[in-house]
């Protein structure tokens, strides 16, 4: 199943928070998140750290331009017993407001109070998880999760 990117993938996500505590969210038109809402995502390149990365995803994808507080944790599992795929969640703030979507990856972007988040039921996994658990709590592992069998992870896990 290997892609160009080999059978270990390395992906990272932005959490970013506005100045009204909204959370920059987006709706993929492809894969398993298609039509819900997630963090705006994308591959680490081989040019550039994991920092950078989240960065230049965010900004591709929405056209916000973040600055990084940290890592707010860490999603790694096992896809058929063949890609290792892990992502690096960051936590982010930003003072522009104004959204451009990528119009090949996204459906939608925008700004929204965690309180409708949490009412939605097109919030992804992730995002129902930050919102249970919160963004300054330690990074523990937590196992026993499952996404969706529309993925085909072997292994999950996240680490918040």
Partial sequence: MGTKRGNVWLAVSGLVTNRQGEWLVVKKKYGGLKGKWSLPAGFVESFETVDEAVIREVKEETGIIGSIKGIVGVRSGVIRNEISDNMIIFSLTTEDEKITIQESELLEARF???SELAKDPTSSVIINYL?????SEPHKSHDGINPGDQFGYTAYKLFF
């Fill in 131 to 135: 919102l249970e658990k919160g963004t």
């Fill in 112 to 114: 929204v109070h965690p």
